[in-house]
């Protein structure tokens, strides 16, 4: 039991390093391949973030139950991946920080390129369609 006290330190300050504990206690271990993989998760869980309220899950005509159970339970996973990357933030770690920022912003990136495109594909047809009945 004195073992294990003394490797769970908090860090209350930002700091680089791999000693971090992320989420769960003795995760990555002071492991670099344990940490990487860390900071994948923390990435990837921020991207889904982003991504996951903007995918349309509902066709028109769907029961409205089902339609807003579906909506919930993308709900849940979406809220509690938000508590996840904030629960792993707040290790103080720089790089699951960066990670976390990183995941986001591609996420958010990748979201609004599929929306510009879509509009400006729907300009297109319309315009060329204008241009056709001219």
């Known amino acids: 039991m004195m073992n294990m006290k003394k490797h769970m330190k908090m860090h209350m300050s930002l700091y680089w390093g791999t000693d971090a504990i992320v989420l769960f206690p003795g995760w990555p271990n002071q492991s670099v391949s344990m940490y990487f993989l860390a900071i994948l998760f923390v990435f990837f869980l921020g991207m889904v973030i982003e991504i996951l309220p903007n995918k349309p899950t509902i066709k028109q005509g769907t029961n409205h139950i089902k339609g807003g159970f579906i909506q919930a339970t993308i709900y849940f996973f979406r809220i509690s991946f938000h508590y996840f990357v904030m629960l ?32 400006n594909k729907k300009q297109n047809l319309e315009s060329s369609v204008a241009i056709d009945e001219i």
């Open 88 to 119: 792993a933030v707040m290790s103080f770690n720089i790089g699951i920080f960066i990670a976390a920022v990183a995941g986001h912003t591609l996420g958010f990136f990748l979201v609004k390129s599929r929306a510009i495109f879509a509009a």
